[in-house]
């Protein structure tokens, strides 16, 4: 987490894997306000990357 934007500015102590993973991985939304449609939308999304 120390690595996106939000939280960039802030101390952060200690190097290893979590950035290797944040570099190859994906951020996906996980407010707990989202609703069934918002969780769709970010299915279709991820399910898009697989069909082109």
């Not at 101390?11 to 069934?36: A, H, N, Q």
């Amino acid at each position: 987490m120390h690595m996106q934007p939000y939280y960039e500015s802030y101390d952060f102590i200690g190097v290893g894997i979590s950035e290797k993973i944040f570099e190859s991985g994906i951020c996906l939304p996980s407010d707990t306000k989202m609703t069934d449609e918002d969780l769709n939308r970010v299915c279709e999304i991820i399910k898009g990357l697989w069909h082109k």
